[in-house]
């Protein structure tokens, strides 16, 4: 989703320099996914839309040194859309240049009464390319939702222009700060709250440019589903009494599926999904609750997945990982404290390092790291790719000392 | 289910000797449930009932020495059921004893009309506890099976009287044999048929002795999940959406479930199934077409899992599996041609042999046994876990000589 995004920003010559808000523990996968070609902002911890916003704006601010005149655009990085949105975005940005608004939001026409959006009702048209806004109301019932559409109200599809000074001047309310390091540091003076909340609804004048193209928030299983060529991905089978369901396998076990109607199947290294499409909406408060350390990463030097998460009735743990290596890329310098590591490499080929010696290592090869013994590996292949035997106690990520070798 | 039914054999007083037909991929499995308390025949090759009770009858006369006058019970291993229907087989013990019928089965009264079972019409009732069939119909339409039942037709649950002599005069028509192990190596000349139509439709005098008890057919995820106490069995969560479903989890990954009805999940290393629960009667066809090696076995000595099985881009194959021996328990004195493998030991601890020499291993160790080397392991702790990587080409069960270690 964020490749594509970017691309078509890229396509639509919006000579856009892009800077990514997420959480920390994307920003590896996102490098992976984009390179080095946008700027990426972590949350230090998940709070809400406006910390978010405000931390990145800070880092435009203090920073990149950003002049108070410069138009920001706020989008999230998952609509399926099309071109004609990033040329709206083109028109936003004009309208902030031309002072129509303090906060220029993007309205998106609706195509059904959805309860799950937020809703903007414009004033009178003014022969304008932009309307003004009247007010918002945040995910009405469908009835409402109706009474809304025939008022020519749009969703509020998330994407928000303005200048960096007008939300700075926001930001000082609740932090002065001189530097985006000391900004971040305290990310939680900010207040939890929504952007639409904290910001578009308090501001003096919101003007809207209206976007009618095909648009669509894939945040759902429900809508995801909606756009996939096929009805299963990986290993899995549908049964001759399923209907409009789909199967999406990461795991290397089969999956067979029959006797089901509008049921999405999601199976992966975190888990697995059995749910009605409809209320896959739903999911996220219950999900949030599945404790679980992650099961697949994608890091700057590869990927890892957990293949074996054991405690045993003596209370030993063993944790088995498959870890794989792309070209020229390699793991810190590195040692636990209390844990052994045996690597049995089954694909490649690299140059590991303990203790300071380097051999060269291939498939069928193992080496053995016993605890507090410094080791890395760089991959001279395409991929190298071992299997990791961790014994020890605890088995956490955190038990980890890092620095460099000299390569 | 065959503890279950084996105990009430022993509770009910049958005094009988037990002996299990299956396939040989089963027979460790038995061995585990059982112990040596029953005697094992496997089928070489799966074909039908018929050749199955040929050959376990074979097993009885040719093996065993036992006489023609004996009597013989053939009952499957899977109905939930109570004492009584073990009364019942007694019952029919005695009939075959007093020679009212050669071949005398099992009446159970139908709970509905269920268009699954064979039926059992018997003729005018004689007073005794048995009473003469008139005639077979197999899986009739409902409104057939509606009729059968107001004609006081029985449902045939498969559990059959005979004499030792009767069945073996049938088994003889197709083959002629000295010994057991003959008839078991020409087991493919024995035609692909049901006990049913070769034995039963063709018997000169069929009598049926009724049981109107509680009897359940748990061969299928439907009626298995009536007779489950919770809804959820592993690590499973059901949303607030979900109806008459259940969830059967042996795999690690967490499962989330929601806006579902009447539908069984059911995760193993071998597959997911996801199944409205009126379908599972006809899964089979569908998952015997799932290609797959098995990924758990139970094995004399204890159990493996494979936890990674994967072929590269360049053509390198390595199989991760976790292995458990249970206490004082060993693998053979073995060796690969075409593999290494690296064990590193996660619980427990044994005695580890490798070209001759022996050593004590323990959590935390690590072996590496090359191709062409001779190992064995065997376990001095109540059980002994280790995690082993497979490397080389090809990978695959039968890459194994096998010898004894004296321990």
């Known amino acids: ?200 609804e308090k501001a003096q004048s919101v003007a809207v440019v209206p976007f009618s193209g095909q648009w669509k928030d894939l945040g759902t299983w429900n809508t995801l589903t909606d756009e996939l060529h096929h009805h299963t991905i990986g290993n899995a089978t549908l049964g001759p009494k399923c209907e409009n369901t789909h199967v999406i396998n990461e795991l290397q076990y089969p999956i067979f599926v029959d006797g089901v109607k509008d049921l999405v199947v999601s199976a992966c290294p975190d888990g697995i999904l059995v749910c009605a499409k409809k209320e896959t909406e739903n999911i996220k408060k219950y999900v949030e609750k599945l404790e679980h350390r992650p099961m697949y990463e994608e890091r700057r030097w590869g990927s890892y997945r957990v293949i074996d998460d054991t405690t045993y009735e003596d209370g030993s743990h063993s944790l088995t990982k498959s870890i794989t290596l792309l070209e020229g890329k390699n793991i810190s310098y590195q040692k636990h404290y209390h844990r052994n590591e045996v690597w049995t490499f089954v694909e490649g080929e690299g140059i590991f390092v303990l203790d300071g010696v380097t051999r060269n290592v291939k498939a069928g090869d193992t080496v053995v790291i016993l605890a507090e013994h410094w080791h890395a590996i760089k991959a001279t292949t395409k991929t190298l790719t071992f299997i990791e035997v961790q014994t020890g106690n605890p088995l956490v990520e955190e038990d980890i000392v890092r620095t460099t070798w000299d390569w």
């Open 1 to 200: 989703m964020v490749q594509r995004v970017v691309r078509q920003v890229r396509d639509t010559n919006l000579e856009a320099d892009i800077t990514l808000a997420t959480n920390a523990s994307q920003h590896d996968i996102i490098i992976n996914q984009l390179g080095e070609e946008v700027s990426i902002v972590t949350e230090p911890e998940r709070r809400d839309t406006f910390p978010a916003i405000a931390l990145a704006a800070s880092y435009l601010k203090l920073h990149k040194q950003c002049s108070d005149d410069e138009v920001v655009i706020i989008m999230p990085c998952d609509p399926y859309t099309e071109n004609g949105y990033f040329e709206t975005i083109g028109k936003m940005a004009k309208c902030v240049e031309k002072d129509v608004a303090e906060l220029v939001l993007m309205g998106i026409t609706p195509t059904y009464p959805s309860a799950k959006y937020g809703y903007v009702v414009p004033g009178a048209d003014n022969g304008n390319e932009w309307l003004p806004v009247a007010r918002f109301t945040e995910k009405p019932t469908v009835d409402v939702a109706e009474q809304l559409i025939a008022q020519n109200a749009f969703w509020n599809g998330g994407v928000f222009a303005f200048r960096l000074g007008y939300i700075m001047n926001i930001v000082r309310k609740y932090m002065l700060s001189e530097s985006f390091e000391d900004t971040r540091s305290r990310y939680g003076e900010f207040p939890k709250i929504s952007f639409d909340y904290e910001v578009a």
